[in-house]
């Protein structure tokens, strides 16, 4: 399994790929770790294997399910979040997940539910997602997101695999400016020059991070600047051009909270126009 994602993380990523090539994956995993650790880019991966269709390591990276899955369009990959911004997921959710989680995949052979806070459901959520994943279809696969696996039940813990993130390490104020810098290059470069699936990749492992609004808006902002300073020295200035129109749309796309897994997606299909 790719996980290049999970930068750090080695151990994790050498257990997952394990159990990928062995007895295949869990049908319900608890990914913690603080924000900014890479949970949510090690769910998709994690959903991408489950639905990807190539030969050999999966996930593959190539095939139409991943794809779908990369770019946050596959019908059976669902994301619950809580009923407002900052509320937890509340019981009557899981029930409408439960009773969702009954209808059959669209597409794929399986249906993958993302859950986020999960540890921040009360207790009666908690159980109702328990019965879920004790007598949930077998199809059904559950990705619970928490900031610390400690506020999920006993028994909700029993029933799935902890994968425990550890935090990248915080950088401090001159190194966040040349990370910045680091991955603006490295985007405008594949903006530039690369092929519609390398750009998918490059665009989602640099911007698919949980970032805060100002921060992702600044990284945006260079992405910008490096991108009108490579149209000036003469390289490809179609692509540069067109790849300026589009950070400077999704710039402002950035500050209503938008994502940047979604941002990674349009920029993708903005190029490419897949979508
Ligand atoms: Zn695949």
């Not at 750090?8 to 319900?28: C, M, T, V």
């Not at 902002?221 to 490096?226: G, I, K, N, V």
Request: hydrophobic fraction near 40%; charge should be positive; aromatic fraction near 2%.
């Amino acid at each position: 399994m790719d996980l290049s994602p999970l930068s750090g993380n080695e151990r994790l990523k050498d257990r997952l790929s394990r159990q990928e090539r062995g007895r295949g994956l869990s049908h319900a995993y608890i990914i913690s770790g603080p924000a900014g650790s890479g949970r949510h880019g090690l769910a998709r991966q994690l959903a991408a294997a489950m639905l990807c269709t190539g030969q050999g390591e999966r996930p593959c990276g190539r095939c139409g399910p991943c794809l779908k899955v990369l770019k946050g369009v596959h019908p059976d990959v669902s994301t619950v979040t809580g009923p407002e911004e900052g509320k937890p997921i509340t019981v009557d959710q899981v029930r409408a997940l439960r009773a969702d989680a009954y209808i059959r995949p669209n597409e794929g052979e399986r249906k993958v539910y993302l859950l986020e806070g999960a540890d921040r459901m009360n207790a009666s959520a908690q159980n109702a997602m328990l019965k879920l994943l004790e007598e949930g279809p077998p199809y059904a696969a559950f990705l619970l997101i928490a900031g610390n696996a400690g506020g999920l039940l006993q028994t909700v813990r029993s029933r799935c695999e902890e994968l425990t993130l550890t935090p990248a390490v915080e950088p401090v104020n001159g190194e966040r400016d040349q990370e910045r810098r680091a991955l603006a290059e490295k985007l405008a470069a594949a903006l530039e020059k690369s092929g519609e699936l390398e750009l998918l990749e490059t665009s989602v492992a640099v911007l698919d991070v949980k970032r805060s609004r100002e921060e992702l808006s600044a990284l945006l902002d260079e992405l910008a600047d490096q991108l009108t300073a490579r149209a000036a020295r003469g390289g490809d200035r179609r692509r540069l051009l067109r790849g300026l129109e589009l950070v400077k749309k999704l710039r402002g796309a950035a500050m209503l909270n938008v994502n940047g897994g979604q941002i990674a997606g349009w920029l993708c299909a903005g190029m490419f126009g897949t979508l």
